[in-house]
């Protein structure tokens, strides 16, 4: 039961990140991440040879069997933590948001690939299951971690801005549909129509497929754009202020 145990321990801190040098564990799940994300891109390109794209494809067949194999050997070696040891702890273990996200990385496509392996190679829908990988990575990494925090500490204030956002979206567009509609009705001939405009203008994006013709229209739409600047830069500053403010607490901790 001890050697158990001290195998669990060394699994353990292998495939754990607590903040500490990465171990050669760490070093391969990174690659392969990377690796996945890097073959989702390439079988993509039309033009790729062959020969390339086959050895993609037995790439793509791989590399979820051996993220299923790593998240057993997480799930086993959990048990080396008391807060995870045993039945209810394991239950406890899956409950995280981490674990969830582990499983969909390679879960949904592994079990295509096996029980339906002609909808695997055709369906691309599968293979946005990938993407989890990507907050996979983010979890090893404790910077990212610190970011997320951040986020979550300035939740209400960016709940608030996001509001705001949605209210000027809806004005902007009601206000060029009153002033535009009859002049352009297939750009602002309804408030949902309209939306399109509101949302390039706002994000400062300024796509000019849709922009108004009339003086009132373009005096509004000026109003728009300068608002849309410090709605931009709104959240940008929050987010800032609620990292900095983390930063600080964790140097006073320190």
Known sequence: ??????????????????????????????????????????????????????????ADAVIPILFAGEFALRVWAAGASRQYSGLVGRGRYFRRWVVIFDFLAFGPELIVMILFPELWAAARWVRLFRLFRLLKLFSMFPAFREIGLAVRDAGRRLVATVAMAGILLFCAAALLHVIEADVQPDAFGSIPRALWWAVATLTTVGYGDVYPVTAAGKTVAGFVAILGVGLVALPAGILASAFAERLGSARQRK
């Open 1 to 58: 039961m001890s050697d158990t145990r001290t195998w669990q321990r060394r699994v353990w801190a292998q495939l754990y990140t607590t903040g500490r040098s990465f171990t050669w564990g760490h070093w391969a799940v990174v690659f392969a991440i990377l690796a996945s994300l890097v073959l989702l891109a390439l079988e993509t390109e039309p033009d790729l040879p062959a020969n390339w794209r086959r050895w993609i494809t037995l």
